[in-house]
C-alpha cells in the first residue's frame, strides 16, 4: 500500500494542506496530529488540495469533512481542490450521510450500583422462591400417579449424574480421608492416643466430611451439568418447542433431575464414607501401626450407627439443593451464549454456599436433638 | 368459512416497551395466512402468544374456540396437540435422532405399537421430501435445510389442523425455499391444514399466501389480500411491495 504524505506550504495568511498517496483510517492520527499543530490565527484562506490521492476512505473523509466544519467554525475559507470524482463521492457520502448522535451510556454513581445491583439480587431471590414454589405446587400432582413419574428418564440421570460420579466421589473422599488422617496422627502421636484416630475419623467423615465432600464434587461435577445442559436447550429454543408440544419442560427435565439426585446422593455418601474410611484406615496402620483390625473392632464398638444415618440423611436434602440451583439457574439462562458460562458458575457457586448454609442448620438441629 | 384464530386489540410490552398496541386480526380456517412487518415489529413474539409461550399485556386470543385468557390447563394442553408449530432455527430436540424427534409426540400421547409409530415416522418424513435413510441421523449432523424440513415432519406428527411457521425460508437457498413453498401448498391441499406464516420472503409470500396482516409500528396497517395491498398507506409495504 502507498503510504500518504501531508506537506503543508505556509504564505502569509494562507495555507495549503496537500494530500498525495492512499489517505485511508491508518494515517488519520497522524494528520490529524500535524493539523492541530497548525497555528491558525491569523490565518484567512485554506487550501485543501486531494489532487493528488490516489485513494480516500471514509474514515478519512470523515476527518477532511471534520476539518473543514472545524475551519468554517473558525470563519476561515476553504478551497477544497478535487477533480476526482470517486473521491468527491466518498466525500459527499459522509458529508450527505445523516448520523444521529449515539447515546451515551449514562454514568451511574456507586449509590446507584449498589442499589439496583441490591434489587437484581433481590429480584433474583423472589424469582428463586418462585420457581421453588411453582415447583411444589403444581409440579409435585405428576408424582400423584405413578404412571405421570418418569422412570425412564430418572434413571437416565441417575445414571449420567451419579453412577458415573462413583469413581471421582469415591476418590476424593479417600484422599480427605488419607489427608485428615495423616494430619491428626501426627497430633496424636504426641499424647500417646494413638487409638483415638478411629473415634475423630469416624465420627467427622461419617457426620461431616463425606457428605459435604460428596455435595460439593456433585455440585461441580452435576450441577454444572444441568445448568448447561438446559440452557443450551433454552438458546435453541428446545424448551419452547417442548412447550408448544404440550411437554410441559418440569415433568420431562426438571422434576426427573432432582429426583434423580436424591435418590443417588445416599448412595454416593455411603461410598465417600467408604473410601474415606479405608483411606483413614491405611495411614493409621502404616503411621500408628494400628492394624485394620483393630481399627475396625474400635469403630464397631466407639462409633455408633446413628452418625451414619445423621450422614446419609443429609444427603437428600443437598442433592435437592444442588439439582434445584443448578435447574433454575439453567431456566435463568437468556438468549445469549454468555448466560451460559455465567449462570453455571453462578449455579456452582451457589450450591455449595446453599449446602454448607444447609449444613450448618442440621448441625445445630442435631445437636439440639442431642442426635 | 369460520375463524379459527382471533386476536383482539391485544397489546404487548416489553417492560416500558411498547412492541404490540391495539393489534386486531382474525384467520379464516383453510387459510395460508402471513404475518409481514420490518424485522423487530413483533411478529415472532405474536406468533409466540399464539402459541400460549408468551403472555400479552391486555386484549384477548381466541384459537379454535379458546379464549387464551382464561384457558384452564387440560384445555390448554389439549389444544396443544391440534397445532404443530415450526421454530425460526427448527429447534428439533438435540439427544434424540430425526426419527425419535417425530416420535416423541405420538408416543407421549398416544398407545400407538412401536411398529406404527415408526410407518407414521417414514411416513411423515417421506411427505417433507426427506430420505428415510435421513431418519437416523441427529440434528448436529443434517444441513439447516434438512433441519427444517425434520422440524416441519415433527410439527406434523400428531396430524395437526394448524400449523404455525416462522421465517419457514429464511436461511435456505432459493431452490430449498421453492421446495419449502410447494411442500406448504401441498400439505394444506392434502391435509387441510390453516396455516401462519411469518415470512420475509417476498416470492413465498407471492406464491403461498392468501391473506396477510402488515404490523408496522406497532399497529396492523394492512389486514386482506395481497391484491388490494398497494391501496394500503404504510412506508414498510410501499417500499416492501414496490
Ligand atoms: N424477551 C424479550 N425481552 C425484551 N424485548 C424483547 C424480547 N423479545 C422480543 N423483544 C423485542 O420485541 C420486538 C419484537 O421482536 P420480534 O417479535 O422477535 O420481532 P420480529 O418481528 O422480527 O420477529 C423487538 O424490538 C425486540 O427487541
Ligand atoms: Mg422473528
Redesign the pocket.
Known sequence: MERSLLKITHSNDEITLIFSGELSLYEISKFQKQVDALDLDKIKNVTLDLNQLSFLDTAASIFINNFQKFLAFKKIDTQLICDKEEIQASLELVKNQKSDALPHAKQKNIIEIIGKETHAKYLGFLSFIAFLGLLFSTKIFYLKSVKNIRFREIAFEINESAIKALGIVALTSFLIGLVVAYQSAYQLKIYGANIFIVDMLGLSILRELAPLMTAVVIAGRSGSAFTAQIGAMKITEELDAMRTMGFDPYMFLVIPRIIALMVAMPILIFVADVSAVIGGMIIANLDLGITPELFLDRFNTVIDVKHFFVGITKGPFFAFLIASIGVYRGLMVQ?DTQSIGFNTTKSVVEAIFAVIICDAIFSIAFTNLGI | MSIIIKVTDVTTM??D?M?HDRISLSINKGEIYGLL??????????L?EMVMLQKYNSGCIEILGNNLNYIQYEKAQKLRREWGVLFQAGALFSSLNIAQNIALPLKEYTDLSDKMISEIVKFKINLVGLKSRDALLYPSQISGGMKKKAALARALSMDPKLLFL?EPTSGLDPISARDFDNLILRLRSLLGLSIVI?SHDLKSIYDTLDRVAI?DNKKIVYEGTLDNIASANSHFIKTFFK
Open positions: 438468549n | 416489553f417492560e416497551k412492541v412487518g420490518p424485522s423487530g415489529c413483533g411478529k415472532t413474539t405474536l409466540r416462522d411469518v404490523i
